[in-house]
C-alpha cells in the first residue's frame, strides 16, 4: 500500500498532501480494460479523490466527485471513503487521444471542457455539502485548483498525473494538492507561486522513483510530516445490495425477468463483479414488493 503523506510547511502556513496512485490506478485499469487516455483521465481523478478524502477523521465519510465535460470519454465517477477504501468508473474506457503537438496523451480533448466538476461531501449528516463549477481545461488538474478556489475558497495547486507503457500498463500515477492556510503572508504566496513554475509533473518525480514524502521534503526544505493514511480499491457492491435494487424497479419488469427470462444477472458498474438471480429468488423480492405495497396502501 501506499499511504498519503499530510505535511506543513513554510512555518505551517501551507498545507500539502501527496500520494503515490500506481498500483491503484493499474487496479482500475485492469477492472475496467482502460485504455491510455481513459486511463489518464479516470486515475487523474482517482488520486484527487484519494486525497480530498484523506481530510476525514470518520471512516464512513464519503466524497464523491463526478466529471463530465461532453468529451468522448462520458462521465467520470469516484467515490472515496475516510477509510481509504476508493472506486471509479468513467462512461468509455477505449479512449486513446494523443495530442502530437505536446507528445502527451490528450485527457483534456477526453474530457472536454463543456461540462461540470461536482464534488458532494457526505459526513452522515442531513445535507450533504455539494458544489459545482465549469470545467476549464478537462485536464483534471486545473479544473480542481479552480474549485477548490471557488467552491471552497482555498488556493491551491493541484499536480496529477498518469504515464501509461506501451503495453497500456499503469508506468507512474501519483497526485499532490498544495493548500494555503488562511492568513498565508505574501513571501509564502511568493514561493508557491515561484515553485509552481520549477516543479516537475508528478507522474515524472514517481517515475524517478521519489516517494510522496521525498517529493514533499524535495519542495519544502522545512516541510513537517503530520500523517500518513491508506488509500486502496474496494467496491462494496454485494448481492444484497443489487436485490434491493431489483425491489425497487417497476413490477411489470421484474414479473417480466420472472416469466419471460427466468433469470436476471446485474454486473457492477465499478468492478465489473456480476451477481446471477434464479426465477426463485426474483419471486421472493415480487412477494416482498408487493407486501410492502400493500402495507403502505392500507396505511394511505
Request: include cysteine.
Amino acid at each position: 500500500m501506499n499511504p498519503i503523506v499530510i505535511a506543513e510547511a513554510l512555518n505551517k502556513t501551507v498545507k500539502i498532501r501527496a500520494v503515490k496512485t500506481t498500483e491503484l490506478v493499474e487496479t482500475a485499469r485492469l477492472k475496467h480494460d482502460l485504455y491510455p487516455t481513459s486511463a489518464a483521465a479516470l486515475g487523474r481523478v482517482m488520486t484527487v479523490g484519494s486525497i480530498m478524502a484523506s481530510e476525514w477523521k470518520d471512516p464512513e465519510a464519503k466524497t464523491i466527485i463526478e466529471i463530465n465535460g461532453g468529451g468522448p470519454c462520458g462521465s467520470i465517477i469516484v467515490h472515496a471513503k475516510g477509510n481509504g477504501e476508493l472506486k471509479g468508473l468513467i462512461g468509455d474506457p477505449h479512449i486513446y487521444l494523443f495530442n502530437e503537438q505536446t507528445g502527451k496523451l490528450d485527457v483534456g480533448k477526453a474530457v472536454g471542457t463543456n461540462g461540470y466538476l461536482k464534488v458532494m461531501k457526505d459526513l452522515g449528516l442531513k445535507e450533504p455539502f455539494s458544489g459545482i463549477v465549469n470545467l476549464q481545461s478537462g485536464e483534471i488538474g486545473d479544473d480542481f485548483s479552480y474549485y477548490f478556489a471557488i467552491s471552497e475558497q482555498t488556493p491551491s495547486v493541484v499536480s496529477v498525473g498518469v504515464l501509461v507503457n506501451t503495453d497500456y500498463s499503469i508506468k507512474a500515477a501519483g497526485g499532490l494538492i498544495i493548500q494555503l492556510l488562511p492568513d498565508a503572508p505574501e513571501e509564502t504566496i511568493e514561493y508557491v507561486e515561484n515553485l509552481v513554475k520549477t516543479m516537475k509533473p508528478m507522474s515524472t518525480y514517481i517515475d524517478e522513483g521519489l516517494t510522496p514524502e521525498e517529493i514533499i521534503k524535495t519542495l519544502f526544505e522545512d516541510a513537517n510530516i503530520l500523517e500518513y493514511k491508506e488509500v486502496y480499491w474496494h467496491c462494496d457492491c454485494s448481492k444484497e445490495h443489487f436485490k434491493d435494487a431489483l425491489a425497487l424497479i417497476d413490477r411489470k419488469d421484474l414479473v417480466s425477468l420472472i416469466e419471460e427470462d427466468h433469470e436476471a444477472e446485474i454486473t457492477c458498474q465499478y468492478c465489473n463483479k456480476t451477481y446471477h438471480f434464479e426465477e426463485a429468488e426474483l419471486k421472493e423480492i415480487l412477494e416482498k414488493k408487493d407486501a410492502v405495497e400493500n402495507r403502505e396502501h392500507l396505511n394511505s
